[in-house]
């Protein structure tokens, strides 16, 4: 059974930083497609960032280009988020997600079947 843990989110002021983990157990990060989505009250799941852990290959919506990164440690099975000058557009509960490489991988929510917790960022003026 595949399981997906997210930690590192928290309060920060605008333009600081954080960054997200997320760990992998039930299955190897590098036979997915690794996602991380955010979400507030009222408003729908929106994909922020993509890995396609095998090759390396990462995508960012535009909302967050520039300011965010992927990375991942297979050792660990971990992906990261590292999430720097952020505003306070950024706060959400963020989600990361596991899916399926076997049409591909891209940012939308249905191609994941494996889900974390959520953990909450916050960002204030």
């Known amino acids: 059974q595949v399981q997906v843990v997210e930690s590192g989110g928290g309060s920060v002021q605008v333009g600081g930083s954080l960054r997200l983990s997320c760990t992998l157990s039930?299955?190897?990060?590098?036979?997915?497609?690794m996602g991380w989505f955010r979400q507030v009250p009222g408003k729908e799941r929106e994909g922020v960032a993509l890995?396609?852990?095998?090759?390396?290959?990462?995508f960012y919506d535009e909302s967050v280009e520039g300011r965010f990164a992927i990375s991942q440690d297979k050792d660990m099975n971990t992906m990261y988020l590292q999430m720097d000058s952020l505003s306070v557009d950024d706060t959400a509960m963020y989600y990361c997600?596991?899916?399926?490489?076997?049409?591909?991988?891209?940012?939308?929510?249905?191609?994941?079947?494996?889900w974390g917790q959520g953990t909450q960022v916050t960002v204030s003026s």
């Open positions: 039930g299955d190897t990060i590098s036979r997915r497609c």
């Open positions: 890995l396609t852990p095998a090759t390396g290959h990462t």
């Open positions: 997600a596991a899916g399926s490489l076997t049409y591909g991988c891209a940012l939308v929510s249905w191609r994941f079947n494996s």
